[in-house]
């Protein structure tokens, strides 16, 4: 990567390490590669378009899982590494080093998505996602050019046509087919009338209050598609309902939400975390003006690294985990990760000593031991500086955030920038780790919890009702039109009824309730293919318990013990009447017997006597 012979570049890691670290050969592959990361600051490194890159990556990857294998020698040969496969360590390690390809608080996500069931990343997997990585960033050029290019201050991320696959815009309980169009600060909706496309209207999405969650639609204001997201805000009433149209499974809806979600959070994070526009003190931290743009860059870059997963058809089962402010969010430690990511778009060195006391500002003063240690502000890796001013959000007082920056001057390794450190790791990584390793906690917490909810008599009930849902409504919708609730529909029953019985058409009632069933199987099918009925449809849900104590469990036992019992009775009383009457003659009465035994005494003999046959 470097130019330089491999002798040569152990001997300059070896000066600049201690020992210890040099010992380690999967430091001198980290070294290596970053060496030649640091050399680009672009937002998607130019060196992915050469497949030689593409491969050698994937080779760094393999070498830094197995520093020692002697199968690495032979590098050059394709067939060696097909075979081959990329774990987790290696690509959370190096993968967010190349601009572009992934980033920190979501790597570990986007490794999943891509292996799949597999046990790590193949060749064929890893070249398939830096082709689709690379066809939506040359897309997204074009889309600049050809669709809008009056919007030369908004970045389109990505475009729903109106001809394929439809996006429909619900309004008083109509839907309008138009296009859809994505950018960085907004989203437009251009509908199609009988007169053709008509002029875009256009949703601000860096106001402030702003919410996306998914919906159900529907004419006449029934909810019967699960295909749909509302954009909705705390300032106004008025709200957008789009219904994506997925001919070609369930996902699109997700993704979209995902979109949607990830650019409000941005503007979100940026209201929250940067400087003010109009701060002077941006002008005294160097680079620091480009703070909104690096993390606007992010933002863009996770949206393509979706549309690329989506192409591929290796999407996780909740695509928001795949795009990091969203993600980030709702993560357990997510607002430490917010710090941190505020740091490296905002931080830099200092140009101008910020005016204290009334003394003018001094040029080309950069942070020293006395400034570190008298001041608030927080320092990244390489010695960038965060202002304290800068921290308007109330997250910065909390006690993680406090332990978090106190242990972070403790560091070690090779600093080559704020983004690339060998044999450590930076802030962003740090804060990451310590969130994946919450979020699983509480994934694993909740699992715990979902397998313990069909354990115990009152959950296998709850099971048992769910299963019997369709049922019980058709019996409740029955005893309705028995008490005339709705006299027009027990009106409407008793004719149809009258008409089939006296007609003759009874016979047909069985061909034509199965063409009706078979209509419906095939309606909910085709809805399930366009993706409008939603993933949950047809799954069973399980409501928790309620905690309660032993003695609330002991209640709970006897008393579904004694409706067992209740209902054992009734079943024995109707089976003794349906044996009564089968049994007996047309001249009178019968006489039967019911014996009850146990173990420890007699048989006593228990008579009924049946009622006269009439």
């Known amino acids: 990567m470097n130019g330089l012979t491999g002798e040569k570049m152990q001997k300059i890691f070896r000066a600049l390490v201690p020992e210890s670290l040099y010992n380690d050969a999967r430091n001198l592959v980290e070294y290596c590669c970053f060496r030649f990361l640091s050399r680009d600051n672009s937002d998607l490194h130019p060196s992915l378009k050469e497949p030689a890159f593409q491969r050698l990556i994937f080779i760094t990857m393999v070498a830094w899982e197995n520093p020692y294998l002697e199968e690495l020698v032979n590098a050059s040969e394709k067939a060696s590494f097909q075979g081959k496969l990329v774990r987790e360590a290696a690509f959370v390690r190096i993968a967010p080093a190349i601009s572009g390809v992934a980033d920190q608080p979501t790597v570990h996500n986007l490794y999943k998505a891509l292996a799949g069931d597999e046990e790590g990343i193949s060749l064929r997997v890893w070249l398939t996602y830096i082709s689709e990585l690379l066809k939506v960033h040359e897309g997204r050029r074009s889309y600049q050019i050809r669709e809008y290019p009056q919007l030369y201050e908004e970045r389109i991320l990505c475009i729903a046509p109106s001809n394929k696959r ?9 839907a309008w087919p138009g296009k859809l169009t994505l950018t960085d600060k907004a989203i437009y909706f251009e509908a199609i009338g009988l007169s053709g496309h008509r002029d875009p209207i256009r949703l601000d999405l860096t106001r402030h209050g702003l919410r996306v969650e998914k919906a159900k639609v529907g004419p006449f204001g029934a909810v019967l598609f699960d295909s749909a997201v509302s954009i909705t805000s705390d300032t106004e009433s008025k709200l957008w309902v789009l219904e994506f149209v997925d001919l070609g499974g369930e996902m699109r809806r997700d993704v979209w939400h995902a979109f949607i979600s990830e650019v409000i959070a941005l503007h979100k994070f940026i209201h929250d975390y940067g400087p003010e526009d109009d701060d002077e003190s941006l002008f005294h931290v160097y680079g620091a003006q480009k703070g909104k743009g690096r993390a606007t860059t992010g933002a863009i870059n996770s949206i393509a690294r979706l549309q690329a997963l989506q192409f ?8 928001t985990k795949l795009v990091q402010f969203s993600y980030l969010e709702y993560a357990p430690y997510g607002h430490v990760v917010f710090q941190t990511l505020a740091v490296k778009y905002w931080g830099g060195p200092l140009v101008t000593k910020p005016i204290e006391g009334g003394n003018r500002p001094t040029q080309g003063v950069r942070p020293s031991e006395e400034v570190l240690e008298c001041s608030n502000h927080v320092f990244d890796i390489d010695g960038s500086v965060y202002l304290q001013k800068w921290m308007r959000s109330p997250s910065w007082v909390s006690s993680a955030s406090t332990a978090f920056w106190k242990s972070s001057s403790v560091r070690q390794g090779v600093v080559l920038s704020k983004n690339l450190v060998v044999a450590d790791m930076t802030l962003v990584e740090r804060a990451s780790e310590t969130c994946k390793q919450k979020y699983h906690d509480v994934e694993k917490t909740q699992a715990t919890i979902d397998a313990a909810m ?22 409740k919708n029955f005893e309705k039109l028995r008490r005339w609730e709705e006299p027009h529909m027990t009106v409407s029953f008793l004719a149809f009824a009258y008409t089939m019985i006296f007609r003759g058409l009874l016979s047909y009632i069985f061909p034509i309730a199965l063409i009706v069933m078979a209509a419906g199987m095939l309606t909910l099918k085709g809805l399930k293919k366009q993706g409008r009925l939603g993933r949950s449809f047809g799954k069973v849900t399980i409501r928790d318990q309620p905690p309660s104590n032993t003695i609330q469990k002991i209640m709970a036992v006897k008393d579904a013990m004694r409706e067992v019992e209740s209902h054992l009775q009734n079943l024995n009383v ?12 047309n001249h009178g009465g019968c006489t039967g017997a019911v014996i009850f035994c146990n173990h420890s005494t007699s048989c006593p003999l228990q008579a009924y006597h049946c009622l006269p046959s009439l």
């Open 574 to 585: 109707t089976l003794l009447k349906l044996r009564t009457i089968l049994l007996s003659d």
């Open 312 to 319: 591929m058809r290796k999407l996780l089962e909740d695509p």
């Open 454 to 475: 069909l354990q115990g008599i009152p959950s296998n009930i709850d099971l048992f009702k769910e299963l019997m849902l369709p049922l019980t409504i058709i019996a």
């Open 166 to 174: 439809p996006v429909l815009k619900w309004e008083n309980n109509m």
